[in-house]
């Protein structure tokens, strides 16, 4: 496989505070497993890289990355700097879109040691999936205002369904679901209300679904599918949504284990054609930045991630995944923990931490 | 004031057993207080109706419905007939839009005697509104399919908010927070993702907040916003949103609080040109239809806010909505519990505890 080379994006905010610690555990694991990384570090994507540059990025930004073969991520944004739909649209949402990252995957799962903030839920009961679409739906770049300034002012934005969009991220999901042993899957719509869009992607559901008789499948909209995360989450076990549920479900999921400060996400380009982005589900969390207080987990859960993926889901990058996994539950269950988990450790504490489990 | 007219639409499943509960309350409260209702039985706006005639309304339902005062509405939707879209948007939507029902305010709060899904809460920390804009933006009727059925295929639906749509629902919600003891506000956006309308939408905010400086606001993206509602309910006082965001709150709200079945909705035209309407936020439910088991609660609490609108939150109204609320509370603490709330009781049991004690 020989070596693999990864563009390293820490970002703004507690981007860069978790970052080193993501590093510090994949040098640990690659050390032990054998896996031979190189780092391309880069300072841009950054909102202090904006406000010297007037832009998030430099010009040839897609031909350096192109050069890698994945992204590890921080956090992009930092609102008193740049307004986010700026920043964001000028690097992460980029990416996902020009390196055509079609999948979200993101995990929602409780684990020993970590209090739930829902009642009488433990260990094992919540464990699943969210699929979500990465590139198009309700993230357009389609519209605009008409009028400004008027009584009669109005803006307006489309959303926009591929079917070929559509239908990737579904049978990714259908895929997913039928590897697991509930083999199920819930598709996320809102076809009662929003009445054009989502009972075609309702359709594209139901026509994918065919091809997977073993799993069981329904849809669900989106205000009752919230309710259910936190009424019933044990009941789920792979989720498909567009891009914007998919959002929020995958903010909501985790906050139901007990902290955003543990979900990892990988940006996924299945295909391979263009390198594939590994990041927290937190964003930069200005407020809390510059502290040490940051939980690094879900920036190492990434790394792991990462790994896995480049490994093609198996081999040593496999054995690594899983060795970094194992470090992180047994921390989470024995300390140290940073204060969103009650503890009082600081960030490169616990990845001191986890690294040396590793 | 003489006598008020309500239309009566109890519509499909559940909502035809948790109709004859309001009602039976309403006949207890007005009697008590010296309020006169006239009722107007109305069978259409459901799904059998659409069966027999192939529209879920007759040609005249506007005029018919224009002579009321008020609308008591039960819930529309079964699936296995008609499709959602189909029986929403011919019926339940149709009012919203066309009576210019502006307005969903819809509340959270949790009460003694139901235990929430949330570790640790109790009786007083989760109360809140959510103002939720119910005529426009993601719920629009612009949109369509092209390339149908070739591998070009794709769907639109654009979001369209106006200024007018915009600034008449924040401003509802900055009076509402300004009258409330906290004085605090969040106004739900994603102008992080959605970079062309929502934006806008933080605009409109801020332009509409420099005329409430006592009211302390922020706004928060829909995903980060969604965990918090779980993470932290006790922060918030109320929550302005878009007619999708708000939707979504609003079932998430209320089932941190332990059941949607307890959860009403005044669907307010503020202008009183046309009638408001008075339903629970939980829909047919098909999947318990039949069985006297759903929770009358919601239906209830609608019917109460429905008085209180009649009678401009003061008078004899305020008084009989002020008796229904503490009947449903003191009902909630002492039985009896329909099965969502641990209890074995059937509908019009809990009916009929309310009544009695009101
Ligand atoms: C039934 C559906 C169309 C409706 C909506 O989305 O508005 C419902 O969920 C509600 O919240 O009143
Ligand atoms: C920062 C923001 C644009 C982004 C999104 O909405 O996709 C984030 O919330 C996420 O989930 O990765």
Known sequence: AGTYRIA???GDGIGTEVMPEGLRVLDAATRRFGISLEYEHIDWASCDY?????????????????R???????????????????????????????????????????FEGVPSPLAGRKAGDIDFWIVRENTEGEYSSVGGVMFAGTDKEFVVQE??????????????AFDLAQQRAKKKLTVATKSNGIAISMPWWDERATEIATAYPDVKWDKQHIDILCARFVLNPDRFDVVVATNLFGDILSD?????????????????????????????????????????????????????????FLGHHGGKEREAHDAILAAIESTLKEGPRTGDLGGSAKTDEVGKAIAERV
């Open 8 to 10: 390293v994006i820490p």
């Open 50 to 66: 904006y406000e010297k540059h007037g832009q998030m990025m430099p010009d040839d930004w897609k031909a350096q990355l192109s």
């Open 68 to 110: 890698c073969d994945a992204i590890l991520f921080g956090a992009v944004g930092w609102p008193e700097k740049v307004p986010d739909h700026i920043s964001l649209w000028g690097s992460l949402l980029k990416f996902r879109r020009e390196f055509d990252q079609y999948i979200n995957l993101r995990p929602a799962r409780l």
């Open 159 to 172: 959303s926009i369904f591929t079917r070929r969009g559509s239908e990737r991220v579904l049978k990714f």
């Open 252 to 308: 909501l999921g985790p906050a139901c284990t007990g902290t955003i400060g543990l979900a990892p996400s990988a940006n996924l380009n299945p295909d391979r054609t263009f390198p594939s982005l590994f990041e927290p589900v937190h964003g930069s969390a200005p407020d809390i930045a510059g502290k040490q207080i940051a939980n690094p987990i879900a920036m190492i859960w990434s790394a792991a991630m990462m790994l896995d």
